[in-house]
Nanobody
């Protein structure tokens, strides 16, 4: 059983920065593909960024590329999402998720992930 706990959400003004953390337990993250997704009311969960378990490949949605960075700290079994130049449209609940043997071509698919955190709210004011 893998458990994921997100933290670091909050309120920030347009152009500001936040760092989200996702502490993973139950499995070493070096053995997992980890993704960040976000969701707003009435909408489906949207892929934000993913970190492949092998090779270290990272994938980003077009809407956050160049502004967000996903990284891992294997020693702390923690995944981070550094968010810069935040925009009001980044406002959402952010979730981290983990899965195994997810190929790069499917890393954006929420259905490929087995475990999810509880989410952390990010609010960007204009």
């Amino acid at each position: 059983q893998v458990q994921l706990v997100e933290s670091g959400g909050g309120w920030v003004q347009t152009g500001g920065s936040l760092r989200l953390s996702c502490v993973v337990s139950g499995r070493p993250i070096r053995m997992l593909t980890v993704g960040w997704f976000r969701q707003t009311p009435g909408n489906e969960r949207e892929f934000v960024a993913g970190h492949k378990q092998t090779g270290g490949a990272t994938v980003y949605s077009e809407s956050v590329k160049g502004r967000f960075t996903i990284s891992k700290d294997n020693g702390k079994n923690t995944v981070y999402l550094d968010m810069n130049s935040l925009k009001p449209e980044d406002t959402a609940v952010y979730y981290c998720a983990s899965g195994e043997r997810i190929i790069v071509g499917l890393i954006r698919s929420a259905a490929r992930y087995d475990y999810w955190g509880q989410g952390t709210q990010v609010t960007v004011s204009s």
